[in-house]
Protein backbone atom coordinates (compact mmCIF):
# COMPACT_ATOMS: atom_id res chain seq x y z
CA UNK A 1 0.00 0.00 0.00
CA UNK A 2 1.34 3.17 -0.55
CA UNK A 3 0.67 6.72 1.37
CA UNK A 4 -1.15 8.37 -1.48
CA UNK A 5 -3.80 6.27 -2.15
CA UNK A 6 -7.43 4.70 -0.25
CA UNK A 7 -7.94 1.35 0.72
CA UNK A 8 -7.17 -1.76 -0.59
CA UNK A 9 -4.28 -2.33 -3.32
CA UNK A 10 -4.45 -0.69 -7.28
CA UNK A 11 -4.36 -4.56 -8.77
CA UNK A 12 -4.95 -7.97 -7.31
CA UNK A 13 -1.08 -8.62 -8.35
CA UNK A 14 -0.75 -5.86 -5.62
CA UNK A 15 -3.03 -7.10 -3.43
CA UNK A 16 -1.17 -11.02 -3.90
CA UNK A 17 2.34 -9.09 -2.25
CA UNK A 18 0.66 -7.79 0.59
CA UNK A 19 1.90 -9.03 4.15
CA UNK A 20 0.56 -12.25 5.69
CA UNK A 21 -2.88 -11.41 7.73
CA UNK A 22 -2.04 -11.69 11.71
CA UNK A 23 -5.54 -11.62 12.67
CA UNK A 24 -8.81 -12.85 11.95
CA UNK A 25 -12.14 -11.70 12.59
CA UNK A 26 -14.65 -14.83 12.79
CA UNK A 27 -18.36 -14.44 13.36
CA UNK A 28 -19.42 -16.86 16.49
CA UNK A 29 -23.33 -17.57 17.04
CA UNK A 30 -25.25 -18.56 20.06
CA UNK A 31 -28.92 -18.12 18.47
CA UNK A 32 -30.56 -21.71 18.23
CA UNK A 33 -27.74 -23.04 20.40
CA UNK A 34 -29.87 -23.08 23.82
CA UNK A 35 -26.98 -20.65 25.04
CA UNK A 36 -29.08 -17.20 25.82
CA UNK A 37 -25.90 -15.54 25.10
CA UNK A 38 -25.91 -12.66 22.32
CA UNK A 39 -23.73 -13.76 19.09
CA UNK A 40 -20.36 -12.25 18.51
CA UNK A 41 -17.31 -11.00 16.79
CA UNK A 42 -14.20 -12.95 17.62
CA UNK A 43 -10.57 -11.50 16.62
CA UNK A 44 -8.14 -14.66 16.38
CA UNK A 45 -4.34 -14.61 16.30
CA UNK A 46 -3.04 -15.59 12.90
CA UNK A 47 0.58 -14.56 13.44
CA UNK A 48 2.58 -18.08 13.68
CA UNK A 49 5.25 -16.27 15.93
CA UNK A 50 2.55 -15.27 18.49
CA UNK A 51 2.25 -16.87 21.75
CA UNK A 52 -1.57 -16.97 21.09
CA UNK A 53 -1.31 -17.84 17.53
CA UNK A 54 -4.47 -19.94 16.71
CA UNK A 55 -6.09 -18.35 19.68
CA UNK A 56 -9.36 -16.23 20.66
CA UNK A 57 -8.10 -12.95 21.29
CA UNK A 58 -10.54 -11.13 21.76
CA UNK A 59 -14.58 -11.46 21.66
CA UNK A 60 -17.36 -8.67 20.81
CA UNK A 61 -20.23 -9.43 21.94
CA UNK A 62 -23.41 -8.15 20.03
CA UNK A 63 -26.44 -5.57 22.26
CA UNK A 64 -28.52 -7.82 21.49
CA UNK A 65 -29.47 -12.37 21.24
CA UNK A 66 -30.77 -14.10 18.05
CA UNK A 67 -29.13 -12.15 15.64
CA UNK A 68 -27.91 -14.72 14.00
CA UNK A 69 -24.48 -13.19 12.58
CA UNK A 70 -23.59 -14.45 9.24
CA UNK A 71 -21.86 -12.83 6.46
CA UNK A 72 -19.85 -9.30 6.70
CA UNK A 73 -18.36 -7.34 4.59
CA UNK A 74 -15.81 -4.00 4.81
CA UNK A 75 -17.13 -0.27 4.21
CA UNK A 76 -14.68 0.27 1.62
CA UNK A 77 -12.44 -2.13 -0.73
CA UNK A 78 -9.61 -1.49 -3.26
CA UNK A 79 -13.08 -0.04 -5.41
CA UNK A 80 -11.97 3.05 -3.55
CA UNK A 81 -8.21 2.41 -4.00
CA UNK A 82 -7.93 5.84 -5.87
CA UNK A 83 -10.18 7.76 -3.21
CA UNK A 84 -7.59 9.21 -0.60
CA UNK A 85 -10.48 10.42 1.95
CA UNK A 86 -11.59 6.52 2.84
CA UNK A 87 -10.02 3.95 4.73
CA UNK A 88 -10.88 0.09 4.89
CA UNK A 89 -12.07 0.29 8.46
CA UNK A 90 -15.25 -0.56 9.80
CA UNK A 91 -16.87 -3.84 9.21
CA UNK A 92 -20.37 -3.97 8.31
CA UNK A 93 -21.84 -7.61 10.35
CA UNK A 94 -25.50 -7.72 9.62
CA UNK A 95 -28.13 -10.47 11.89
CA UNK A 96 -30.02 -11.70 9.68
CA UNK A 97 -32.61 -13.20 11.28
CA UNK A 98 -33.29 -9.48 13.52
CA UNK A 99 -32.08 -7.97 10.34
CA UNK A 100 -29.71 -5.56 12.85
CA UNK A 101 -26.63 -4.05 10.87
CA UNK A 102 -23.51 -4.03 13.47
CA UNK A 103 -20.76 -1.59 12.67
CA UNK A 104 -17.97 -2.66 14.15
CA UNK A 105 -14.87 -0.57 14.37
CA UNK A 106 -11.68 -2.62 13.19
CA UNK A 107 -9.14 0.10 13.05
CA UNK A 108 -8.67 2.11 16.49
CA UNK A 109 -7.53 -1.13 17.88
CA UNK A 110 -7.69 -4.24 15.36
CA UNK A 111 -7.28 -6.72 17.97
CA UNK A 112 -10.29 -5.07 19.92
CA UNK A 113 -13.06 -4.20 17.75
CA UNK A 114 -15.34 -2.16 19.31
CA UNK A 115 -19.19 -1.65 18.10
CA UNK A 116 -19.55 1.73 16.75
CA UNK A 117 -23.41 1.85 15.38
CA UNK A 118 -26.00 -0.32 14.95
CA UNK A 119 -28.70 0.38 12.31
CA UNK A 120 -31.70 -1.50 13.98
CA UNK A 121 -33.91 -3.93 11.60
CA UNK A 122 -37.24 -2.08 12.85
CA UNK A 123 -35.72 1.08 10.97
CA UNK A 124 -34.44 -0.44 7.90
CA UNK A 125 -38.06 -2.60 7.73
CA UNK A 126 -40.12 0.76 8.10
CA UNK A 127 -38.12 2.45 5.99
CA UNK A 128 -37.42 0.20 3.11
CA UNK A 129 -39.49 -2.89 3.58
CA UNK A 130 -36.19 -5.45 3.69
CA UNK A 131 -35.11 -7.42 6.05
CA UNK A 132 -32.59 -10.87 6.51
CA UNK A 133 -29.63 -9.27 5.32
CA UNK A 134 -26.96 -10.97 3.23
CA UNK A 135 -24.02 -10.50 1.54
CA UNK A 136 -22.32 -6.94 1.98
CA UNK A 137 -20.67 -5.33 -1.19
CA UNK A 138 -18.87 -1.77 -0.58
CA UNK A 139 -19.56 0.31 -3.98
CA UNK A 140 -17.10 3.16 -4.01
CA UNK A 141 -18.14 4.48 -1.05
CA UNK A 142 -21.02 3.16 -1.07
CA UNK A 143 -22.66 0.22 0.28
CA UNK A 144 -25.19 -1.81 -0.84
CA UNK A 145 -26.30 -4.91 1.14
CA UNK A 146 -28.72 -8.18 -0.49
CA UNK A 147 -31.87 -8.15 1.69
CA UNK A 148 -33.24 -11.56 1.26
CA UNK A 149 -37.01 -10.96 2.26
CA UNK A 150 -39.56 -8.00 2.61
CA UNK A 151 -40.02 -6.70 6.18
CA UNK A 152 -42.61 -10.03 6.49
CA UNK A 153 -39.90 -12.73 5.32
CA UNK A 154 -41.32 -12.85 1.78
CA UNK A 155 -38.82 -13.21 -1.29
CA UNK A 156 -37.67 -11.11 -2.93
CA UNK A 157 -36.56 -8.58 -1.02
CA UNK A 158 -34.55 -6.61 -2.53
CA UNK A 159 -31.13 -4.19 -1.91
CA UNK A 160 -30.40 -1.76 0.94
CA UNK A 161 -28.41 1.04 0.02
CA UNK A 162 -26.30 2.63 2.86
CA UNK A 163 -24.03 5.71 2.26
CA UNK A 164 -20.82 5.70 3.83
CA UNK A 165 -21.87 7.04 7.15
CA UNK A 166 -23.84 4.40 7.65
CA UNK A 167 -27.33 6.03 6.66
CA UNK A 168 -30.02 4.41 4.82
CA UNK A 169 -30.03 6.06 1.39
CA UNK A 170 -32.83 3.53 0.31
CA UNK A 171 -33.05 0.78 -1.92
CA UNK A 172 -30.67 0.71 -4.01
CA UNK A 173 -32.21 -1.60 -6.92
CA UNK A 174 -35.00 0.99 -9.58
CA UNK A 175 -36.35 -2.73 -10.17
CA UNK A 176 -36.21 -6.35 -8.93
CA UNK A 177 -37.80 -6.97 -12.70
CA UNK A 178 -39.37 -11.16 -12.12
CA UNK A 179 -36.70 -12.09 -9.47
CA UNK A 180 -37.93 -15.05 -6.85
CA UNK A 181 -35.69 -15.14 -4.60
CA UNK A 182 -31.82 -13.27 -3.32
CA UNK A 183 -29.18 -14.38 -1.68
CA UNK A 184 -25.36 -13.52 -3.34
CA UNK A 185 -24.73 -11.33 -6.04
CA UNK A 186 -20.96 -9.56 -7.33
CA UNK A 187 -20.41 -6.91 -9.68
CA UNK A 188 -17.98 -6.51 -12.89
CA UNK A 189 -18.41 -2.63 -13.43
CA UNK A 190 -16.09 -2.86 -16.54
CA UNK A 191 -18.68 -5.08 -17.88
CA UNK A 192 -21.69 -2.93 -16.17
CA UNK A 193 -22.74 -6.53 -15.72
CA UNK A 194 -23.71 -7.48 -11.86
CA UNK A 195 -24.84 -11.37 -11.12
CA UNK A 196 -27.27 -12.30 -8.46
CA UNK A 197 -27.97 -15.71 -7.18
CA UNK A 198 -31.41 -17.13 -5.35
CA UNK A 199 -31.63 -19.23 -2.34
CA UNK A 200 -35.25 -18.86 -0.61
CA UNK A 201 -37.69 -16.49 1.20
CA UNK A 202 -36.66 -15.93 4.61
CA UNK A 203 -40.04 -17.59 6.02
CA UNK A 204 -38.77 -20.66 3.94
CA UNK A 205 -34.75 -21.39 4.97
CA UNK A 206 -35.04 -19.63 8.12
CA UNK A 207 -37.21 -22.64 9.84
CA UNK A 208 -35.01 -25.50 8.44
CA UNK A 209 -34.13 -27.36 5.34
CA UNK A 210 -37.18 -28.61 4.02
CA UNK A 211 -36.22 -31.13 1.03
CA UNK A 212 -39.75 -31.22 -0.54
CA UNK A 213 -40.36 -27.49 -0.84
CA UNK A 214 -37.27 -27.72 -3.70
CA UNK A 215 -39.95 -29.42 -5.72
CA UNK A 216 -42.54 -27.22 -5.16
CA UNK A 217 -40.19 -23.81 -6.48
CA UNK A 218 -39.68 -23.10 -2.74
CA UNK A 219 -36.25 -22.58 -3.52
CA UNK A 220 -34.32 -20.96 -6.48
CA UNK A 221 -32.94 -22.56 -9.53
CA UNK A 222 -32.10 -18.96 -11.37
CA UNK A 223 -29.28 -16.62 -11.86
CA UNK A 224 -29.71 -13.07 -13.01
CA UNK A 225 -27.41 -10.73 -14.73
CA UNK A 226 -28.57 -7.16 -14.08
CA UNK A 227 -27.92 -3.68 -16.06
CA UNK A 228 -25.40 -2.68 -12.85
CA UNK A 229 -25.90 0.92 -13.85
CA UNK A 230 -28.86 1.00 -14.83
CA UNK A 231 -29.89 -1.26 -11.59
CA UNK A 232 -32.22 -3.73 -13.02
CA UNK A 233 -31.94 -6.97 -13.91
CA UNK A 234 -32.01 -7.76 -17.53
CA UNK A 235 -31.79 -11.07 -18.28
CA UNK A 236 -31.77 -14.27 -16.42
CA UNK A 237 -30.21 -17.96 -16.73
CA UNK A 238 -33.23 -20.73 -15.78
CA UNK A 239 -30.29 -23.23 -14.58
CA UNK A 240 -32.87 -25.78 -13.97
CA UNK A 241 -32.05 -29.57 -12.22
CA UNK A 242 -28.32 -28.64 -12.77
CA UNK A 243 -28.32 -25.14 -10.66
CA UNK A 244 -30.68 -26.28 -7.63
CA UNK A 245 -29.96 -23.42 -4.90
CA UNK A 246 -27.60 -21.17 -6.44
CA UNK A 247 -25.47 -19.36 -3.97
CA UNK A 248 -22.11 -18.01 -3.70
CA UNK A 249 -21.82 -15.85 -7.01
CA UNK A 250 -17.80 -15.14 -7.53
CA UNK A 251 -16.41 -13.17 -10.57
CA UNK A 252 -12.53 -13.27 -11.74
CA UNK A 253 -11.01 -10.26 -9.98
CA UNK A 254 -9.57 -9.59 -13.20
CA UNK A 255 -11.15 -6.51 -14.03
CA UNK A 256 -11.41 -6.97 -17.68
CA UNK A 257 -12.69 -10.56 -17.07
CA UNK A 258 -16.17 -11.80 -17.82
CA UNK A 259 -15.58 -15.03 -16.46
CA UNK A 260 -17.23 -16.08 -13.29
CA UNK A 261 -18.87 -18.97 -11.71
CA UNK A 262 -21.42 -19.96 -8.92
CA UNK A 263 -22.11 -23.29 -6.84
CA UNK A 264 -25.03 -24.81 -7.17
CA UNK A 265 -26.00 -25.79 -3.44
CA UNK A 266 -28.06 -28.19 -3.49
CA UNK A 267 -27.12 -29.94 -7.42
CA UNK A 268 -23.62 -29.79 -6.32
CA UNK A 269 -22.48 -28.56 -9.50
CA UNK A 270 -20.52 -25.54 -10.43
CA UNK A 271 -21.50 -23.41 -13.25
CA UNK A 272 -19.27 -20.91 -15.32
CA UNK A 273 -20.52 -18.11 -17.11
CA UNK A 274 -18.85 -15.95 -19.47
CA UNK A 275 -19.59 -12.76 -22.67
CA UNK A 276 -18.76 -14.62 -25.65
CA UNK A 277 -17.54 -13.04 -28.91
CA UNK A 278 -20.72 -11.97 -29.90
CA UNK A 279 -21.24 -10.09 -26.48
CA UNK A 280 -23.87 -12.92 -25.17
CA UNK A 281 -23.86 -14.34 -21.81
CA UNK A 282 -23.38 -17.84 -21.87
CA UNK A 283 -23.55 -20.82 -19.13
CA UNK A 284 -22.46 -24.18 -18.91
CA UNK A 285 -21.99 -26.44 -15.64
CA UNK A 286 -18.42 -27.38 -15.38
CA UNK A 287 -18.04 -29.33 -12.24
CA UNK A 288 -20.73 -31.75 -11.03
CA UNK A 289 -20.26 -33.41 -7.52
CA UNK A 290 -22.18 -37.22 -7.59
CA UNK A 291 -24.81 -37.32 -4.60
CA UNK A 292 -23.53 -40.29 -2.24
CA UNK A 293 -25.27 -43.20 -0.84
CA UNK A 294 -25.38 -43.12 3.31
CA UNK A 295 -26.12 -46.84 4.38
CA UNK A 296 -29.28 -46.03 6.86
CA UNK A 297 -30.75 -43.30 5.08
CA UNK A 298 -33.18 -43.38 2.01
CA UNK A 299 -32.55 -40.78 0.03
CA UNK A 300 -28.51 -40.17 -0.85
CA UNK A 301 -26.57 -36.89 0.29
CA UNK A 302 -25.69 -34.69 -1.87
CA UNK A 303 -22.68 -32.81 -1.39
CA UNK A 304 -24.13 -28.95 -0.80
CA UNK A 305 -21.96 -26.58 -2.02
CA UNK A 306 -22.39 -23.84 0.67
CA UNK A 307 -19.10 -21.66 -0.77
CA UNK A 308 -17.16 -21.24 -3.86
CA UNK A 309 -14.01 -18.68 -3.87
CA UNK A 310 -11.64 -17.62 -6.24
CA UNK A 311 -7.97 -17.18 -5.31
CA UNK A 312 -6.47 -13.63 -5.82
CA UNK A 313 -4.76 -14.83 -9.12
CA UNK A 314 -8.20 -16.25 -10.32
CA UNK A 315 -6.19 -19.87 -11.15
CA UNK A 316 -7.80 -21.95 -8.47
CA UNK A 317 -11.27 -21.95 -7.43
CA UNK A 318 -11.99 -23.97 -4.22
CA UNK A 319 -15.43 -25.08 -2.66
CA UNK A 320 -16.71 -26.83 0.40
CA UNK A 321 -19.14 -30.12 -0.06
CA UNK A 322 -20.73 -29.48 3.60
CA UNK A 323 -22.61 -32.68 4.10
CA UNK A 324 -20.04 -34.60 2.44
CA UNK A 325 -16.95 -33.32 4.16
CA UNK A 326 -14.12 -32.39 1.62
CA UNK A 327 -12.99 -29.10 0.35
CA UNK A 328 -11.59 -29.31 -3.41
CA UNK A 329 -9.23 -27.08 -5.34
CA UNK A 330 -9.57 -27.21 -8.97
CA UNK A 331 -6.98 -25.25 -11.50
CA UNK A 332 -9.39 -23.25 -13.65
CA UNK A 333 -6.77 -21.62 -15.92
CA UNK A 334 -9.08 -22.75 -18.38
CA UNK A 335 -12.19 -22.16 -16.88
CA UNK A 336 -13.94 -24.44 -19.59
CA UNK A 337 -12.00 -27.24 -17.87
CA UNK A 338 -11.38 -27.41 -14.77
CA UNK A 339 -8.68 -29.85 -13.46
CA UNK A 340 -9.46 -31.04 -9.63
CA UNK A 341 -5.29 -30.22 -8.20
CA UNK A 342 -6.52 -30.83 -4.31
CA UNK A 343 -9.13 -32.40 -1.58
CA UNK A 344 -9.02 -32.44 2.20
CA UNK A 345 -11.79 -34.22 4.50
CA UNK A 346 -13.31 -32.70 7.65
CA UNK A 347 -16.06 -33.76 9.55
CA UNK A 348 -18.91 -34.22 7.26
CA UNK A 349 -22.12 -37.00 7.29
CA UNK A 350 -19.73 -39.64 5.40
CA UNK A 351 -17.83 -40.10 8.02
CA UNK A 352 -14.14 -40.00 6.48
CA UNK A 353 -12.80 -37.65 8.90
CA UNK A 354 -14.00 -36.88 12.01
CA UNK A 355 -11.56 -35.79 14.17
CA UNK A 356 -8.98 -33.34 12.50
CA UNK A 357 -5.62 -31.91 14.82
CA UNK A 358 -7.39 -33.82 18.24
CA UNK A 359 -10.87 -31.37 17.71
CA UNK A 360 -14.16 -33.69 16.75
CA UNK A 361 -15.37 -32.08 13.69
CA UNK A 362 -18.87 -31.14 14.23
CA UNK A 363 -20.83 -29.82 10.90
CA UNK A 364 -18.56 -29.94 7.42
CA UNK A 365 -16.06 -27.76 6.10
CA UNK A 366 -18.02 -24.68 5.19
CA UNK A 367 -17.39 -20.71 4.82
CA UNK A 368 -13.31 -20.65 3.93
CA UNK A 369 -12.02 -17.50 3.50
CA UNK A 370 -8.63 -17.55 1.73
CA UNK A 371 -5.57 -15.46 2.12
CA UNK A 372 -4.32 -13.07 -0.54
CA UNK A 373 -0.71 -14.79 -1.42
CA UNK A 374 -3.40 -17.84 -1.82
CA UNK A 375 -1.31 -19.99 0.47
CA UNK A 376 -3.50 -20.61 3.54
CA UNK A 377 -7.08 -21.27 3.43
CA UNK A 378 -9.39 -20.91 6.57
CA UNK A 379 -12.36 -22.77 7.05
CA UNK A 380 -15.39 -23.02 9.89
CA UNK A 381 -17.94 -25.55 9.58
CA UNK A 382 -21.06 -24.17 10.84
CA UNK A 383 -23.63 -23.05 7.75
CA UNK A 384 -26.71 -22.15 9.47
CA UNK A 385 -27.98 -22.69 12.92
CA UNK A 386 -31.46 -24.22 12.13
CA UNK A 387 -29.40 -26.29 9.38
CA UNK A 388 -26.75 -27.20 11.68
CA UNK A 389 -29.21 -28.72 14.39
CA UNK A 390 -31.00 -30.62 11.49
CA UNK A 391 -28.02 -32.48 10.08
CA UNK A 392 -25.64 -32.26 12.33
CA UNK A 393 -27.27 -32.45 16.29
CA UNK A 394 -24.20 -32.85 18.15
CA UNK A 395 -23.03 -29.38 17.55
CA UNK A 396 -25.13 -27.69 20.11
CA UNK A 397 -22.84 -29.48 22.50
CA UNK A 398 -19.51 -29.47 20.26
CA UNK A 399 -19.51 -26.25 18.98
CA UNK A 400 -17.93 -25.23 15.66
CA UNK A 401 -13.86 -25.33 15.06
CA UNK A 402 -11.91 -23.26 12.33
CA UNK A 403 -9.17 -24.95 10.85
CA UNK A 404 -6.34 -24.25 8.31
CA UNK A 405 -5.21 -25.44 4.97
CA UNK A 406 -2.18 -24.94 3.37
CA UNK A 407 -2.41 -24.64 -0.28
CA UNK A 408 0.20 -25.66 -2.87
CA UNK A 409 0.11 -22.27 -5.20
CA UNK A 410 2.80 -23.87 -7.52
CA UNK A 411 1.86 -27.71 -8.61
CA UNK A 412 -1.93 -27.68 -6.96
CA UNK A 413 -2.61 -29.31 -3.60
CA UNK A 414 -4.07 -29.00 -0.06
CA UNK A 415 -3.23 -29.98 3.33
CA UNK A 416 -4.41 -29.37 6.85
CA UNK A 417 -1.95 -27.43 8.55
CA UNK A 418 -1.23 -29.93 11.86
CA UNK A 419 -0.59 -26.14 14.20
CA UNK A 420 -3.73 -24.49 13.50
CA UNK A 421 -7.21 -25.42 15.01
CA UNK A 422 -9.71 -23.09 16.65
CA UNK A 423 -11.90 -25.31 19.06
CA UNK A 424 -15.39 -23.41 19.20
CA UNK A 425 -16.37 -26.13 21.45
CA UNK A 426 -14.37 -24.62 24.57
CA UNK A 427 -15.61 -21.09 24.49
CA UNK A 428 -15.95 -19.54 27.75
CA UNK A 429 -19.81 -19.49 27.39
CA UNK A 430 -20.53 -22.60 26.28
CA UNK A 431 -20.12 -24.38 22.49
CA UNK A 432 -21.24 -21.50 19.98
CA UNK A 433 -20.48 -21.59 16.19
CA UNK A 434 -18.16 -19.65 14.09
CA UNK A 435 -18.97 -18.44 10.32
CA UNK A 436 -17.60 -15.70 8.14
CA UNK A 437 -14.06 -14.89 8.54
CA UNK A 438 -12.12 -11.72 7.29
CA UNK A 439 -8.80 -10.38 7.19
CA UNK A 440 -7.98 -6.31 8.39
CA UNK A 441 -6.41 -5.98 5.22
CA UNK A 442 -9.05 -7.77 2.66
CA UNK A 443 -9.38 -11.08 1.43
CA UNK A 444 -10.72 -13.35 -1.74
CA UNK A 445 -13.75 -12.16 -1.57
CA UNK A 446 -13.89 -8.61 -0.01
CA UNK A 447 -12.06 -6.60 -3.12
CA UNK A 448 -13.55 -5.43 -6.49
CA UNK A 449 -11.54 -3.46 -9.23
CA UNK A 450 -13.67 -0.99 -10.49
CA UNK B 1 -62.32 -13.18 27.35
CA UNK B 2 -60.95 -13.42 30.67
CA UNK B 3 -58.35 -10.64 31.40
CA UNK B 4 -55.90 -13.20 32.49
CA UNK B 5 -54.55 -17.07 31.58
CA UNK B 6 -52.48 -19.13 33.33
CA UNK B 7 -49.13 -20.36 31.71
CA UNK B 8 -46.94 -23.23 33.11
CA UNK B 9 -44.05 -24.00 32.08
CA UNK B 10 -42.77 -27.71 32.92
CA UNK B 11 -38.99 -26.86 32.09
CA UNK B 12 -38.57 -23.82 34.34
CA UNK B 13 -39.74 -25.88 37.59
CA UNK B 14 -43.13 -25.61 37.02
CA UNK B 15 -43.17 -22.35 36.75
CA UNK B 16 -46.70 -20.15 36.60
CA UNK B 17 -47.89 -16.83 35.05
CA UNK B 18 -50.42 -14.85 34.31
CA UNK B 19 -51.00 -13.03 31.24
CA UNK B 20 -53.43 -11.39 29.13
CA UNK B 21 -54.48 -13.64 25.98
CA UNK B 22 -54.80 -10.60 23.65
CA UNK B 23 -51.11 -10.37 23.30
CA UNK B 24 -48.24 -13.11 22.26
CA UNK B 25 -46.71 -15.23 24.72
CA UNK B 26 -43.41 -13.86 23.58
CA UNK B 27 -43.76 -10.83 24.70
CA UNK B 28 -45.75 -11.20 27.75
CA UNK B 29 -43.78 -14.18 29.18
CA UNK B 30 -40.26 -12.01 28.62
CA UNK B 31 -41.93 -8.86 30.72
CA UNK B 32 -42.07 -11.17 33.29
CA UNK B 33 -38.89 -12.35 33.63
CA UNK B 34 -38.65 -15.43 31.53
CA UNK B 35 -35.42 -16.02 28.91
CA UNK B 36 -36.72 -17.12 26.16
CA UNK B 37 -34.66 -17.93 22.83
CA UNK B 38 -36.19 -15.37 19.65
CA UNK B 39 -34.96 -13.74 16.40
CA UNK B 40 -37.22 -12.47 13.58
CA UNK B 41 -40.03 -11.65 16.09
CA UNK B 42 -42.84 -12.21 13.14
CA UNK B 43 -43.53 -15.71 13.36
CA UNK B 44 -40.82 -16.65 10.38
CA UNK B 45 -37.86 -18.00 11.84
CA UNK B 46 -38.58 -20.62 14.70
CA UNK B 47 -36.07 -19.65 17.21
CA UNK B 48 -38.76 -19.15 19.83
CA UNK B 49 -40.44 -22.10 19.23
CA UNK B 50 -41.73 -24.17 22.41
CA UNK B 51 -43.99 -26.97 22.59
CA UNK B 52 -47.08 -26.91 24.31
CA UNK B 53 -48.21 -29.90 26.00
CA UNK B 54 -52.11 -28.40 26.98
CA UNK B 55 -54.16 -25.59 26.13
CA UNK B 56 -54.89 -23.82 22.44
CA UNK B 57 -53.04 -21.02 21.03
CA UNK B 58 -53.89 -19.17 18.12
CA UNK B 59 -50.88 -18.70 16.29
CA UNK B 60 -52.60 -18.48 12.50
CA UNK B 61 -49.84 -15.31 12.07
CA UNK B 62 -46.64 -18.01 12.14
CA UNK B 63 -45.17 -19.08 8.76
CA UNK B 64 -42.61 -21.17 10.30
CA UNK B 65 -43.45 -24.28 11.12
CA UNK B 66 -44.83 -27.18 8.34
CA UNK B 67 -47.69 -29.50 9.74
CA UNK B 68 -45.54 -32.38 11.44
CA UNK B 69 -44.08 -29.35 13.39
CA UNK B 70 -47.69 -28.36 14.46
CA UNK B 71 -48.56 -32.10 14.98
CA UNK B 72 -45.67 -32.54 17.13
CA UNK B 73 -47.29 -29.69 19.56
CA UNK B 74 -44.58 -26.75 18.42
CA UNK B 75 -46.20 -23.31 18.43
CA UNK B 76 -44.26 -19.60 17.45
CA UNK B 77 -44.08 -17.73 20.83
CA UNK B 78 -43.45 -14.52 18.97
CA UNK B 79 -47.49 -14.84 17.52
CA UNK B 80 -48.79 -17.16 19.43
CA UNK B 81 -51.42 -16.11 21.76
CA UNK B 82 -53.11 -18.10 24.51
CA UNK B 83 -57.00 -19.11 24.15
CA UNK B 84 -57.27 -20.13 27.82
CA UNK B 85 -54.34 -21.30 30.22
CA UNK B 86 -51.55 -23.15 28.43
CA UNK B 87 -48.86 -25.60 29.49
CA UNK B 88 -45.95 -25.48 27.58
CA UNK B 89 -41.97 -26.52 27.35
CA UNK B 90 -39.63 -23.55 26.11
CA UNK B 91 -36.52 -22.99 24.77
CA UNK B 92 -34.20 -25.28 22.98
CA UNK B 93 -34.56 -28.13 25.59
CA UNK B 94 -38.61 -28.37 24.05
CA UNK B 95 -36.69 -28.85 20.01
CA UNK B 96 -36.21 -32.44 20.55
CA UNK B 97 -38.50 -33.09 17.68
CA UNK B 98 -38.46 -29.97 15.74
CA UNK B 99 -35.47 -30.49 13.48
CA UNK B 100 -35.08 -33.76 11.85
CA UNK B 101 -32.60 -34.81 8.77
CA UNK B 102 -34.79 -34.52 5.29
CA UNK B 103 -32.54 -37.03 4.00
CA UNK B 104 -33.50 -39.38 6.74
CA UNK B 105 -36.71 -38.59 7.43
CA UNK B 106 -38.57 -37.19 4.56
CA UNK B 107 -42.07 -35.58 5.22
CA UNK B 108 -45.23 -36.89 3.34
CA UNK B 109 -47.37 -34.54 0.86
CA UNK B 110 -49.67 -34.02 4.23
CA UNK B 111 -46.77 -32.43 6.30
CA UNK B 112 -45.62 -29.77 4.49
CA UNK B 113 -46.21 -26.35 5.24
CA UNK B 114 -50.06 -25.21 5.06
CA UNK B 115 -49.71 -23.18 1.41
CA UNK B 116 -47.87 -26.39 0.55
CA UNK B 117 -49.51 -29.20 2.15
CA UNK B 118 -52.01 -31.81 -0.13
CA UNK B 119 -54.58 -32.86 2.28
CA UNK B 120 -54.46 -36.65 3.59
CA UNK B 121 -57.38 -38.46 1.94
CA UNK B 122 -56.39 -36.71 -1.38
CA UNK B 123 -52.23 -37.39 -1.03
CA UNK B 124 -52.25 -40.40 -3.63
S1 LIG C 1 -38.77 -15.05 16.76
FE1 LIG C 1 -38.73 -15.75 14.71
S2 LIG C 1 -40.41 -17.11 14.65
FE2 LIG C 1 -40.54 -16.20 16.60
Known amino acids: MTDCCGPGYASPAEAMKAPAEKLLYTIAIYTGTGIQKPDYLCTIDADPESETYSKVISRLEMPGIGDELHHMGWNACSSCFDDSSMARKYLIVPGVRSTNLHIVDCAADPRNPTLFKVISGKEIKSKTNLSAPHTVHCLGSEIIISMLGDANGNAPGGYLHLNKDFEIVGRWENSMGDIKFGYDFWYQPRHNVMVSSEWAAPNTFMPGFDLEEVGHLKYGREIHFWDFEKKEPKQTMYLGEDGLIPLEVRFHHNPDSSHGFVGAALSANIIHWWKDDAGEWQWEKIIDVENEPHPEWPIPVPGVISVILLSMDDRFLYFCNWLHGDIRQYDISDPHNPVLTGQVWMGGLLGRAPEVNGVQVTGGPQMIQLSLDGKRLYVTTSLFSTWDNQFYPEIRTNGGCMLMVNCDTEKGGMEIDPDFVVDFGKEPNGPSRCHETRYPGGDCTSDIWV | ?124
Open chain 2, 1 to 124: MADTVTITLTNRDNATYQVSPRRPLLETLREQGVDLPWGCEYGGCITCAAKLTEGEVDQRAQVALNNRQINNGYVILCVARPEGDCTLEVGVESHDTLYRNPFLDPLADHELKADIATPKDAAR
